[in-house]
């Protein structure tokens, strides 16, 4: 089994450091993949810090991660020695059930492995993600990336850019349609950029004032104070589609008060704390809230390419692996626009 130079988490409290790994021995339908670029999603660091309670020790996170392929197994038929491409948050599912045979593997009803954290299906042990030198997966959970555009830029999109686009899409957000994004950090930088892109009138709501001149550049048209009581007014009953990308625990339905009738907000920020929505809210409207989780993988190729086509890519600052444990100090105080990602050449 190849050993590989990695960056990890060995408890709760401990700083991400110096490790190595060993990586499975490459099978007929494994492409290998050399990592110049990973994104740094709040997710991995509540993975680091066990969060969730779910985090089995030692970690590697990483899940946004894109590079050069380097090996593909005999039977690998769709990438090649050279190829740009990718991983995301998933690299293996059932296969089997309905959700899997739709191209929806984030919902297998048998569980999904996540690129770290996550268990092997053959029992060959856990997952590591991307904060390492290389990382190898079966060819269906590989993604193609395009040349067109800065690969740096582009590794977020695999988690960030997926987990915005997905609802957009299932939701048919387009032109004429009304859309709210409530946030503006690493998704929802991404949710404005994806939604004028597809040809909405897209507004940012904000309790921060000083973000209305960013949101704009990114492609907003319009910007709601939330702590404006005018300003609100005149959103009142308004969006057809609000995208609630906020994790801090907020009250959805001040935000369910900005819907029409038959309008939808979907939630993708995960707040700590359970929501109170009062039947009341949604049945006097048609009003509904849901929640959705980053995409598939025909899905994730689908974002990719639509992204390559429009030019679209994560504002992001780069940053030496050394440099991880400060960065997850940043993100806690949303100390970055919009997006970390690692030069997996500094490791």
């Known amino acids: 089994m190849p050993s590989v130079k990695a960056y990890a988490a060995q408890s709760a ?11 499975r021995d490459p099978k007929p339908h494994d492409v290998q993949i050399q990592i110049l670029y990973c994104g740094v999603c709040h997710s991995d660091l509540h993975f680091a810090r066990n969060d969730w ?3 089995v020790y030692p970690i590697v996170p990483g899940h946004e991660i ?12 769709n990438f090649k020695v050279g190829d740009l491409a990718g991983i995301g948050c998933l690299v293996d599912s059932c296969r089997e059930c309905d959700n899997c045979k739709e191209g929806l593997e984030q919902y297998c009803n048998n569980g999904f492995v996540g690129t770290y954290g996550g268990m092997e299906k053959d029992g060959s042990g856990a997952t ?15 993604l193609h990336i395009s040349d067109k555009l800065p690969l740096e830029a582009v590794a977020p999109l695999l988690c960030a850019g997926i987990t915005t686009y997905s609802p957009l899409r ?6 004429g349609t009304r859309v709210g994004i409530l946030g503006l950090g690493g998704l929802g930088h991404m949710a404005v950029k994806l939604a004028a892109a597809m040809g909405a009138e897209v507004t940012m709501l904000s309790h921060t004032a000083s973000k209305e001149a960013d ?8 910007f709601v104070l939330t702590s404006s009581e005018e300003q609100v007014k005149g959103v009142t009953g308004y969006f057809d589609f609000i995208l609630d990308t906020v994790s801090a625990d907020h009250d959805y339905n001040f935000y369910l008060s900005l819907l029409r009738s038959s309008g939808t907000m979907v939630c993708v920020g995960v707040p700590s704390a359970p929501a109170v929505v009062p039947a009341m809210n949604l049945i006097f409207g048609r009003k509904s809230i849901a929640g959705s989780l980053i995409g598939g993988i025909p899905e994730t190729q689908e974002m990719l390419d639509f992204c390559a086509e429009h030019g679209i890519v994560s504002d992001v600052e780069i940053i030496a692996m050394r440099d991880i444990n400060e960065a997850y100090e940043r993100m806690l105080k949303s100390d970055v626009k919009y997006r970390f990602v690692i030069d997996m050449s500094t490791l």
Do not use: C, N
């Not at 590591?128 to 590989?142: N, Q, T």
């Open 13 to 23: 409290t401990s700083p991400l450091d110096q490790w190595t790994i060993e990586r």
């Open 53 to 55: 309670g779910m985090t």
């Open 170 to 175: 299932h939701w048919k957000v387009g032109k």
């Open 66 to 77: 894109v590079g050069k392929v380097t090996a593909v197994g005999s039977h690998v038929k």
């Open 128 to 142: 590591h993600g991307g904060y390492s030198k290389s990382i190898l997966a079966h060819e269906d959970f590989v």
């Open 215 to 222: 949101a704009k550049r990114l492609g907003a048209q319009k």
